[in-house]
Nanobody, 123 residues
């Protein structure tokens, strides 16, 4: 079992930045590839970014590429998502997730999920 707790969400103006954190506990977090997903009001959950176990490989949704950065610190069992140049359409609940499979975009292959952290971007 892996427990995931997100933090760092909040209210920010368009063009601003936030840094989300996802703290993992339980089984060694470094065994898992990690992903960030988001769900906006009235929309389905969508993939944002993923990172492999070592942190050497990352992949992003086209909508966030160049603005968001995923990283991890396995010594702290924590995954980060740096959000820059935020836009109102980035408003959503952001979730981190862990998978024993590879760093993939499909949320269905993720085994563990956090409770989410709200990001609200005002125009």
């Amino acid at each position: 079992q892996v427990q995931l707790v997100e933090s760092g969400g909040g209210l920010v103006q368009a063009g601003g930045s936030l840094r989300l954190s996802c703290a993992a506990s339980g089984r060694t977090a470094s065994r898992y590839a990690m992903g960030w997903f988001r769900r906006a009001p009235g929309k389905e959950r969508e993939f944002v970014a993923t990172i492999d176990r070592s942190g050497d490989y990352t992949n992003y949704a086209d909508s966030v590429k160049g603005r968001f950065t995923i990283s991890r610190d396995n010594t702290k069992s924590t995954v980060y998502l740096q959000l820059n140049s935020l836009q109102p359409e980035d408003t959503a609940v952001y979730y981190c997730a862990a998978t024993s499979a590879g760093p993939l975009r499909n949320g269905r292959i993720y085994d563990y999920w956090g409770q989410g952290t709200q990001v609200t971007v005002s125009s």
